[in-house]
């Protein structure tokens, strides 16, 4: 295993005390089916899904892919997409940054391709905003995780899904431009982490 240092250094830190009764509720869903997965010793795909794609899904798909890695669970292919695309918000590349994740921008344009690399010897996770049905996303046997609510209600069908759960954050764009920009990103991010950090440690237990 060889997580980047400053990457498993801050996934030392998060404590899943803090995830109340209520959300570890709204959380079990995916536990029981990559459970089930590990269970088949079948492929595990996770397609978080939210608007845009910019954001708490990237956050989540990024969090996601590193965690399994780290609990070694292994055949997990993490996924985003929105119900339309627009580009990986650049505080989200900061924020992983500043966590210990090694990003590099390998396309410009208004929606840039970036290489998001979480261990020495792992294939780099490729970033940029999506729609949930691109050809870059899985076509069938993967679990739509909603991580907002507008998407939720948006697409009450994701074709070629085996199960949709709900698992929605609150949007730390609401603080963009603002002094508490950085600190709430950073907030978020360890939230999301601090919770998939709670579903892979449940797989395996």
Known sequence: MHIFKTIDTVIST???DTIKNKRKEILQPLIDYIKAKVAENKEIRINFICTHNSRRSHLSQFWAQTLAYHFNIKNVFCYSGGT???????TVAETLQ???????KISEGNNPIHSIKYADNEHPIIGFSKKLDDDFNPKSG??????????????????GTEKRIPITFEDPKAFDNTPQQAEKYK??????ATELFYVFSQINS
């Open 14 to 16: 998060l404590n899943v």
């Open 84 to 90: 339309e695309s627009t580009a990986l918000f650049p």
């Open 98 to 104: 500043s966590s210990g994740f090694e990003i590099k």
């Open 142 to 159: 993967f679990v739509a995780i909603m991580t907002c609510d507008s998407a939720n209600e948006a697409c009450p069908f994701v074709p």
């Open 187 to 192: 907030e978020r991010s360890l939230q999301i």
